[in-house]
C-alpha cells in the first residue's frame, strides 16, 4: 500500500514505519524538519514536508494515498486544534477522492479515565481526561465519515528498549534517586511494547473492513509497584520511591499528568479476534527496558 504516516518519527511512528517498510509498503511520512527527513530516509521512507497545523500544504498529497497513520502529536497548548485541523482537512480531501482512504486515528488509554476494577474494552464509555478531550471527537468524526475507511486504535502506555513509559524510573534508576510515584503506587497501567504495538497498527491499516475502536494492550493493568520492583532488580536500584499527589504533578508537569495517575486496566480481545495480533511481549518482564 501507498501510506503516508503523520509522526512517523515520533516514539510510537518510528516503529510503525519501520514496521510498515518491513511489510513491504511504500511509506511517505510528513517531516517538519531536515533532521526528521533524514531519519524518515534512512528508515527507507520518503520525507514529504509538512506542518501538522497547516494541512493546506499537504492534506491533497494525503487524500491520495492508499492509507493514512495518524501518530503526530504537538503536545503543546495547541495539540487538540493542531490534530482537529489536519483531521478536518484529510477528510475533506478524502471525499473528493474517487479511492476510499484507510485511515488509522490514534486515541489512546487516557480516554476510558480511571477504570478500578473494570477491564475497558470497546465498548465501554469514555471518559476522557481533559486535556485529550478533543482526541474523542476527532475519532468519533473520523469513523463517522464516509469519506473514509477508518479504524482507530487506543495504545496502552508504551515501553520500549529506551523508556517510553518507564522512562522517568529508569532515569531515577540510573542516577540512584528514590522513583517519583505519581498519586499511588498500586495504581495500574496498561501496557504494551512498542514493536508489537507497531504491528497492531500494520494488521489495522491492511483490513480496511474493520472499523470503529480498537483497544491495544498486551496488559491490561500491571501496577506501578510491580514496575519500578523489576526496574529497580535489574538497574541494581534500592526501591526507594518518594509520592506525589495528583495536584503535586499537575502543578509541576502540566494537565496531562493525571493521565499516569489514573488506575486504568483495558484489554485487547477484540483487536486479537479480529486481526490474530499477539504480542510477543505478553508481560513486560519478558522484554527488554
Ligand atoms: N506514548 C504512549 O505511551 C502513548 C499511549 C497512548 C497514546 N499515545 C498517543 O500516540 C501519539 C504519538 O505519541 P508518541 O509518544 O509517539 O509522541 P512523540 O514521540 O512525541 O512523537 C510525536 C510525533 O509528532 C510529530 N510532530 C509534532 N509536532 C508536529 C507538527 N507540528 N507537524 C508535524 N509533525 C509533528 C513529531 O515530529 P518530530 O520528530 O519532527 O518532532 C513526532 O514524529 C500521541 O497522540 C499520543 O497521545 C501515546
Avoid at 491533497?60 to 482537512?89: C, V, Y
Avoid at 480531501?93 to 489512546?108: D, S
Avoid at 470497546?122 to 481533559?130: D, L, N, S, V
Wanted: glycine residues 10%.
Amino acid at each position: 500500500m501507498k501510506v503516508l504516516i503523520l509522526g512517523g518519527t515520533g516514539s510510537i511512528g518510528t516503529a510503525v514505519t519501520q514496521e510498515l517498510i518491513r511489510r513491504g509498503h511504500d511509506v511517505t511520512g510528513l517531516s517538519r524538519s531536515e533532521s526528521s527527513d533524514r531519519k524518515l530516509i534512512a528508515m527507507g521512507a520518503r520525507p514529504l514536508r509538512g506542518d501538522l497545523r497547516f494541512p493546506g500544504d499537504w492534506a491533497r498529497e494525503a487524500a491520495a494515498m492508499d492509507g493514512l497513520i495518524q501518530l503526530a502529536a504537538t503536545f503543546d497548548e495547541d495539540m487538540g486544534q493542531a490534530d482537529t485541523a489536519a483531521i478536518t482537512a484529510i477528510l475533506r480531501q478524502a471525499a473528493l477522492h474517487p479511492e476510499r482512504l484507510r485511515l488509522i486515528y490514534t486515541g489512546g488509554c487516557w480516554l476510558y479515565g480511571a477504570t478500578g476494577r473494570r477491564v475497558a474494552d470497546e465498548t465501554t464509555p469514555m471518559r476522557p481526561i481533559k486535556p485529550f478531550a478533543w482526541m474523542q471527537k476527532n475519532a468519533n468524526a473520523v469513523l463517522a465519515s464516509s469519506a473514509v475507511s477508518a479504524a482507530v486504535i487506543h495504545p496502552a502506555m508504551v515501553y520500549h528498549q529506551n523508556g517510553g513509559v518507564f522512562d522517568r524510573y529508569l532515569q531515577a534508576a540510573r542516577n540512584a534517586k528514590p522513583f517519583e510515584i505519581w498519586g499511588s503506587i498500586a495504581t495500574r497501567w496498561p501496557l504494551v511494547q512498542r514493536e508489537d504495538l507497531a504491528r497492531a497498527y500494520c494488521l489495522l491499516l491492511e483490513n480496511p473492513q474493520l472499523s470503529g475502536h480498537f483497544n491495544a494492550s498486551a496488559e491490561a493493568g500491571v501496577q506501578v509497584a510491580d514496575i519500578t520492583g523489576e526496574i529497580a532488580r535489574r538497574h541494581g536500584h534500592d526501591g526507594s520511591y518518594v509520592v506525589r499527589s495528583l495536584k503535586h504533578a499537575l502543578i509541576k508537569y502540566g494537565d496531562w499528568a493525571e493521565g499516569p495517575t489514573l488506575d486504568q486496566q483495558m484489554g485487547s480481545d477484540k483487536l486479537r479476534r479480529l486481526t490474530g495480533w499477539q504480542p510477543q511481549f505478553p508481560s513486560f518482564r519478558e522484554a527488554q527496558f
